[in-house]
Each structure stands twice: as structure tokens, then as C-alpha cells.
């Protein structure tokens, strides 16, 4: 699958990978909206709306101006939530929800560059108490998300300090290109939404896998590979014909609230039932 085998002579390089729909089949956040609701953290009528949400973002994701609006109301949304209950909430439900919906495809390319010597670096804009214990599950190196303060009493305040989307995403990657030592022209990226373009401009090897339209259109403008992923396979299934141990996540940036990013596309997904 890939186009050259790195070896020790060549410079350090790195694969980037988007998360929801790239490396797993469903977004990451919306995954946990049915432990989030037996945690108490959402209503029952937030839970159905993010049924609906789940079902938007697999059939046509969320653009720019969509992203922005469920950022500024998550933040105000979250404020108050107890980021390690989120934690538990996740620790304790993560491989039944998540390992099952891990994209074989992409489990096989994770194998590729470690077995080449490339980092994995997962880039998302979900939360660390989703993206890191994902990040440790896949074997990834690093990860970089959304980050959010955190106030002396384990809450989350309501502020965004630093947002992991877009041009940001390709800002980290450079920040760690040269903290690492990587040559951004021997380096990798996966995802499947154009609002990750610049993350994909900023290395040698970009790869659109289960593009948008709009994120379709560029690739085939700009003679990028194209991949589809369909089939999810369970990790666990996996590990037998696995040459590289999983390691584990050395966090770069850490994320903002899985249960705050779902509760943006809850409203989003109320914004849509409300127009129809």
C-alpha cells in the first residue's frame, strides 16, 4: 500500500493520522453518547439527538462554518463537567465501543510505518479522554488534539486554550517536525475531510481516505492517492498477524472533553431537525 519502505539512511519521518473516519468507521465522540447518558453527563433526549448527529457526520460530516458554531457552544456547554468521570466513562467502554469499529485498512497501514520506522501520530479534533486511550489502543506515538481548561476542581471551565482544527493542525505538525527531527517531505497524512487541507499540504506524501466531495475534488486535482476504508475490523482480531507490539501514546497536545465535543454535535444535530 505504500509507495516506498523508508530504511535508517533515509530521514525520520512521520504518518499523521485524522481519527473519525479515517482510522475508525464513526466519529469518536458520538461513539460514547450512550455511556455518556448512563453517566449522567447527557439527558436522554440529548442521547436519541446524537443518534441523529452520528447518522450527519457518516453521511456528509461537518463543514467549516458548522465546526466553528459547535465549538463556541460546546464551550459554554461543558462547563462544569468532571473531566475524570468522562475518563472512567471511557476507560471502562472503550474496547467495546471502539476496538469494533477500528478501520481494517487503516490498522494495516499503522503496521506499514512502524515496520518502516515512522512514527504515528494521531491529529484530532476530539478529546483526549477519547483520542489518547485510542492512541494507546492503535500503538500511535503521539497525539495532538483540542485542549480545554481544566479549573482546580477537575471541571471543566467553559474556555477553549487551544482548538486542534484545520490550520492549527498543520502548525502542530510542524512544531513537531522540528522538535522530533522530521522531514516533512518523507512524512505521511490520512483523513477524509477538506477541512484537514492544510494538515495534508504540509507533508510529502498526503492521502485523502473516504473524502468529502470537497475534499475528493482536491485530491484529484492534486494527483493524491485516494483510499477507501470499509472494513472495520476488531483489533483484537488483529493482534496475532501484528509484527509491531502496541506502544504507548506520548500525548503532544492534550484534548478537550470527549463528552463536551459530543454535546456541539448534539446541538448541531438539533439545528438540522429544527430547519426540516
Not at 500511535?140 to 482548538?163: I, K, L, N, P
Amino acid at each position: 500500500m505504500l509507495r516506498d519502505v523508508e530504511n535508517h539512511s533515509l530521514p525520520r519521518a512521520a504518518a499523521f493520522f485524522d481519527l473519525d473516519k479515517t482510522v475508525i468507521a464513526k466519529s469518536s465522540t458520538l461513539t460514547f453518547s450512550k455511556s455518556f447518558y448512563q453517566g449522567g453527563l447527557i439527558n436522554r433526549r440529548a442521547a436519541l439527538r446524537t443518534a441523529y448527529a452520528q447518522f450527519v457526520f457518516l453521511v456528509g460530516g461537518l463543514d467549516h462554518v458548522q465546526m466553528e458554531r459547535m465549538r463556541e457552544y460546546l464551550s459554554t456547554l461543558c462547563r462544569g463537567w468532571n473531566v475524570q468521570q468522562v475518563r472512567e466513562i471511557v476507560a471502562e467502554t472503550l474496547h467495546d465501543l471502539i476496538d469494533p469499529i477500528i478501520y481494517d485498512e487503516a490498522a494495516s497501514l499503522i503496521e506499514e510505518h512502524h515496520t518502516a520506522g515512522r512514527d504515528v501520530v494521531i491529529v484530532s479534533t476530539s478529546g483526549a479522554e477519547v483520542v489518547e486511550p485510542v492512541g494507546e489502543l492503535l500503538g500511535a506515538d503521539r497525539v495532538v488534539a483540542t485542549r480545554m481548561v481544566v479549573g482546580e476542581d477537575g471541571c471543566f471551565t467553559g474556555e477553549v486554550e487551544y482548538y486542534a482544527y484545520g490550520p492549527t493542525k498543520a502548525e502542530a505538525i510542524r512544531d513537531l517536525a522540528a522538535s522530533e527531527g522530521y522531514d516533512l517531505e518523507h512524512c505521511y497524512a490520512y483523513s477524509d475531510s477538506a477541512t484537514d487541507l492544510p494538515m495534508l499540504q504540509a507533508v510529502g506524501h498526503p492521502h485523502a481516505v473516504n473524502p468529502d466531495r470537497a475534499l475528493r475534488r482536491e485530491a484529484v486535482a492534486r494527483g493524491w492517492p485516494v483510499l477507501e476504508f470499509r472494513r472495520p475490523v476488531p483489533l483484537k482480531k488483529r493482534l496475532p498477524t501484528l509484527s509491531v507490539p502496541p506502544r504507548p501514546a506520548l500525548v503532544a497536545a492534550a484534548a478537550i472533553g470527549a463528552a463536551a465535543a459530543t454535546a456541539g454535535l448534539v446541538w448541531y444535530a438539533s439545528r438540522r431537525r429544527g430547519t426540516d
